[in-house]
């Protein structure tokens, strides 16, 4: 997806960077893992078995001549084996982000990586930075990463946290026989009268359903088919007294450049429930969420939207109405980047004014507010990845430590890009320290972390954690596979008594392995027992052996957890 999706939808780094160094032309450089593209939830640039739009031509017709004129340069160079790089090195690739770590990357795997890196950069049309030689570079990488990447093996399942739920399959008929591409579940109040009923988003076959939960008895519901749904947000925008919908839509299953993202208005009569599909704005890149706020200060809803793109689209823009009774807006782009991937609105510096926090993949890796001064926003950057190789996927608004303020929850381990895990991938919390600082506390290693929902899963007061995994099939290192990892991982918090001076607590519990196939995941009471309950959708590319569990998974599964 993944991006979702996002995901889902499709997140995955880019190789586009600002372009402030070289005006008119794009600023790509080494970054190795740049290579990546598209989203995920996300990273889907496996594709899909839709017939899809045609893949945009990105190769430049001088490329080869331009790589020609870039392998020149590796001539005759000394080979590089200090502990720091070259200088030139140095520069070269860390112009428009933080230079790549050797550890990203087992020693065989540098050689595609940088060979990558330097096409990317005789894309751009660039020729303002002085390239070093390949082999250099190849030299210093290879020379610094370890001879392979080793991921600690998992915890085995704990069956006494497993045998507090049931787990229930659940599967239904969504255009033909196409594999699930679940991108989204979200909780909505659609009957007035219903609390179980949840939105469900599938990518490959563009469908939109209801989805009522009750043990041993849900039911799916067809609302109706869009493009490439990756996110859906409940909202009454009209302020009729009726939830509507508004969906973001990617325009295209693989990643790549074009004008087929659009953000989506589900507009239920209040008197006939009959449901209008209308068009908020279209024509852009792939969007991957939306959020909505009263970003205009003037009491009504406005909407903002992560336009993740590719590598020359993309950006996080704002829709505000138009007139005081017009469901007309007009679009404002707040930033120029593509890779945004989640969003999130409330008042972080108290203003009364409502802030977008946003989550950037691509060569970005980073978390950051846009700061609501009425007629600007101001950027503050609150988290950025050590590496390239984060896979920011995920950002989720919580008072985690209840004190409150609104901290974040963030997720990285997205690795559709180019199937590679990262020791780096978990989720992480940003805790709200006052005055625009905030805090980062890793909370959890997680290969392929995808989304971490907050909840007091065992109503002791505090907030815990459902975290998911979603992996490709081919991950690298293969060792990661032959482990089982943990797919569905539970964080109970366990601070006895927090002070000033000390950080939560958690204990991690691994309620199952071996499955990691979710981008999807939402938590709540679904059927009202007083017991808290989780639902996980799923994404395959069928490419598991068929006698495999993950082949095997169904669209969706609810953890109804026992009284």
């Avoid at 999706?5 to 160094?21: I, Q």
């Avoid at 890149?285 to 992560?306: E, I, T």
């Avoid at 995920?394 to 430590?401: A, N």
């Avoid at 006052?434 to 290969?447: A, N």
């Amino acid at each position: 997806m993944a991006t979702f999706l996002l995901a889902h939808l499709g997140t995955a780094h880019s190789a586009r960077t600002a372009k402030a160094a070289a005006p008119n032309a794009a600023v790509i450089s080494l970054p190795v893992i740049l290579l990546c593209s598209g989203m995920f939830f996300i990273g889907c640039q496996l594709g899909c078995q839709r017939n899809d739009r045609p893949v945009v031509d990105v190769e430049s017709p001088k490329l080869a001549e331009r790589m020609s004129a870039i392998n020149q340069s590796i001539a005759q160079s000394p080979q590089i084996v200090s502990a720091d790089p070259d200088p030139i090195i140095e520069k070269f690739c860390s112009h428009c982000h933080r230079l790549p770590k050797p550890a990203s990357f087992a020693r065989e795997a540098w050689y595609d990586e940088i060979h990558k890196g330097f096409e990317f950069y005789a894309r751009s049309g660039r020729n303002d930075l002085q390239p070093p030689a390949l082999k250099d570079v190849l030299a210093y990488y290879r020379a610094h990463a370890p001879e392979s990447i080793e991921f600690p093996a998992p915890p085995a399942v704990d069956q006494n946290w497993r045998d507090r739920f049931n787990r229930e399959p659940l599967n239904w008929q969504d255009s033909g026989d196409l594999s699930p591409a679940v991108s989204s579940i979200k909780l909505m109040r659609w009957d007035s009268k219903a609390s179980n009923q949840v939105v469900v988003t599938d990518m490959r076959s563009g469908s939109i359903n209801l989805v009522t939960l009750t043990p041993s008895q849900s039911s799916a519901q067809l609302l109706t088919r869009v493009g490439v749904p990756a996110r859906t947000t409940p909202c009454d925008l009209d302020e009729d007294g009726v939830t509507d919908l508004l969906v973001a839509d990617l325009g295209s299953f693989n990643p790549y450049d074009h004008a087929f993202g659009q953000v989506l208005w589900l507009y239920r009569d209040p008197a006939t429930t009959n449901l209008t599909v209308t068009p908020l704005i279209e024509h852009i890149g792939r969007v991957a969420d939306v959020c909505v706020g009263d970003f205009a200060g003037d009491g009504r809803l406005d909407v903002a939207l992560a336009e993740f793109g590719h590598r020359e689209t993309g950006a996080v823009r704002l829709l505000v109405r138009e007139g005081d009774q017009s469901m007309n807006f007009t679009s404002r782009k707040l930033d120029h980047r593509p890779g945004a991937v989640q969003l999130s609105a409330f008042d972080w510096d108290d203003d009364g004014r409502t802030d977008i926090a946003t989550i950037f993949s691509q060569e970005f890796e980073s978390v950051e507010l846009l700061l609501n001064r009425t007629s600007k926003f101001d950027k503050v950057k609150l988290h950025q990845g050590d590496d390239l190789t984060s896979g920011s996927v995920g950002l989720e608004p919580v008072d985690l430590d209840r004190d409150g303020d609104m901290d974040l929850l963030v997720v990285h381990g997205d690795c559709f890009d180019n199937n590679f895990a990262n020791l780096s991938h978990g989720v992480g919390w940003l805790e709200y320290r006052g005055e625009l600082r905030f805090q980062y506390h890793r909370l959890l290693d997680l290969p392929g972390a995808y989304r971490a929902v907050p909840a007091d899963m065992d109503h002791d007061g505090d907030m815990d954690l459902v975290a998911v995994a979603n992996l490709p099939t081919n991950v690298y290192p293969q060792s990661l596979t032959d482990q089982n990892p943990a797919s569905v991982v539970l964080l109970e918090q366990t601070t006895p008594k927090r002070t000033e001076s000390t950080s939560l607590t958690f204990e991690s519990h691994v309620l199952e392995r071996g499955t990691p196939r979710y981008p999807a995941l939402e938590v709540a009471d679904f059927n009202q027992d007083g017991q808290m309950d989780f639902a996980v959708g799923t994404l395959l590319f069928d490419t598991d052996p068929p006698h495999t569990a993950a082949a095997q998974l169904p669209r969706m599964a609810v953890w109804w957890q026992k009284p």
